[in-house]
């Protein structure tokens, strides 16, 4: 598979693999923040699937979470729900030609190509995956190995081969 379809299918298992890891903590533990001026783990992970439900709609015109919103804290298991929805939305839509997108950001009209919007997708889950592994790190607490949601990890759990005749 040499295309966007294994990153997609990598960022959708690897979305599911830290929301799942996040049922391990406290209440207390999902305000932990990396230092005083960044977001709670708890806002990281909203914001992840905040943010993959925009992109699918950007390319899709479907909403993923209507009538929610970064600042609501929401429920591990309705995040995970809404997180494979547009994991899943994102990657069909990677499948359809290239073309431009207009969307509204902060009052202005943007214009990007979807294979732009598709492939920030990625991106930004994986900036933010980071995020909230350092955090944990940061307060001692050892539940999110990065190296265990790597494309490496992903190949093996897919069941690719992974070995060259020599």
């Not at 499948?95 to 431009?100: A, F, G, L, S």
């Not at 592994?133 to 081969?161: C, F, P």
Request: glycine residues 6%; negative net charge; proline residues 1%.
């Amino acid at each position: 598979m040499l295309n966007q379809e294994k990153l997609l299918l990598h960022m959708a298992w690897a979305n599911q693999y830290v929301l799942g890891s996040l049922e391990q903590l406290t209440e207390s533990d999902w305000q932990l923040k990396l230092t005083e001026n960044d977001w709670s783990i708890q806002e990281l992970a909203g914001h992840i699937v905040f943010a993959a439900g925009g992109y699918a709609q950007r390319v899709s015109g479907i909403t993923v979470s209507t009538g929610l919103n970064q600042e609501m804290v929401i429920p591990l298991t309705d995040l995970q729900k809404y997180c494979a929805q547009a994991d899943e939305i994102l990657r069909i839509e990677s499948h359809k030609p290239d073309e431009i997108n207009t969307y509204t950001r902060e009052g202005r009209s943007v214009e990007r190509s979807r294979s732009t919007i598709i492939s920030q997708s990625i991106h930004h889950a994986t900036e933010h995956r980071a995020q909230i592994s350092d955090t944990l790190k940061v307060h001692g607490i050892r539940i999110l190995d990065l190296d265990e949601i790597d494309l490496w990890a992903y190949s093996d759990i897919a069941g690719e081969i992974n070995s060259i005749d020599g």
